[in-house]
């Protein structure tokens, strides 16, 4: 079983068709690449599978349970995570408390509490300050756990979100761009810190336009262009796609 499983999935707005037929999975303990060409439809893609745009045909199933009748809050609680292309934090708030608005949220979620894992601590169940200071250590975070976010540069503040969005304990985990505003060492970290959460059994789909870091930590990658997936496979079968080649990559990636 998938852990995400998109089927025929077609978007429309208005006379512009923004995906067509789209079909993908992402299994538990994966992260997964979706890249393409700006205006392909990743982020549509996101938009449809957490129920903020709603798809003229196609399904979601979400740990095998048909998801795409039912509401973005519900599915958050039955674990669907994500963060935005253009960032979505609390910036008035502190980076600790970025965070604990994370956990506090899933700690409402009663439902939920007593299943979901917590990725970066081998699914222990922590006291909330505990857990607020796993994720920030993890995240290298904890330095400026009293920093308003509002202050921070871009990619710091997309590991807030990260932060924000892991603090919910989901089974799948969207992310849109998340490296864009890190440098190339943060990059690095950050692609090890993907492994290790998918090592821990985490579902992710990574939309990204720094090749590099896809290629190294995703085994499955979707190509997306103009809404329709034009080739899938691992990196050496995308990398060497004419068609991928041709629409996004260009010669001598
Ligand atoms: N809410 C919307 N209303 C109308 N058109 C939209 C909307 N959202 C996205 N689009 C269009 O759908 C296409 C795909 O956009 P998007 O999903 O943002 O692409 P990507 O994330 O791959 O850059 C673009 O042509 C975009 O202009
Ligand atoms: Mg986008």
């Known amino acids: 079983m998938s852990a995400l499983e998109v089927s025929s999935m077609t978007v429309r707005f208005g006379g512009h068709q923004a995906l067509s037929e789209v079909s993908l999975a992402v299994d538990q303990g994966k992260v997964v690449g979706l890249i393409g060409p700006n205006g392909a439809g990743k982020t549509t893609l996101f938009n449809a599978v957490c129920g903020v745009v709603t798809p003229t045909s196609g399904s979601v199933r979400l740990m095998g349970r048909d998801v795409s009748g039912i509401p973005t809050h519900k599915r958050a609680r039955l674990g669907l995570g994500r963060t935005f292309q253009r960032l979505e934090v609390f910036a008035s ?53 009293d920093v308003s976010v509002g202050a921070l540069p871009t990619g710091q503040a997309r590991l807030v979100e990260l932060g924000r ?71 050496d079968t995308v990398r060497s796609n004419e068609a991928v080649v041709a629409a996004y990559l260009g010669a001598g990636t």
């Open 93 to 145: 708030l502190s980076v600790a408390d970025n965070v604990r608005a994370g956990i506090e949220i899933r700690r409402t979620w009663e439902r939920r509490g007593s299943t979901a894992r917590q990725y970066l601590a081998s699914g222990e169940d922590l006291p909330t300050e505990a857990e607020v200071q796993v994720i920030l250590d993890r995240l290298g975070l904890s330095e400026l756990a």
């Open 165 to 235: 969005a892991l603090g919910a304990r989901p089974s799948v985990l969207l992310l849109d761009e998340p490296a864009s505003g890190l440098d190339d060492n943060e990059t690095a970290d950050f692609g090890k810190l993907l492994i290790e959460l998918a090592g821990a059994g985490l579902g992710i789909l990574l939309v990204e336009h720094d090749v590099g870091l896809v290629m190294s930590v995703c085994e499955q990658i979707y190509v997306l262009d103009f809404g329709s997936v034009i080739a899938s496979g691992d990196p």
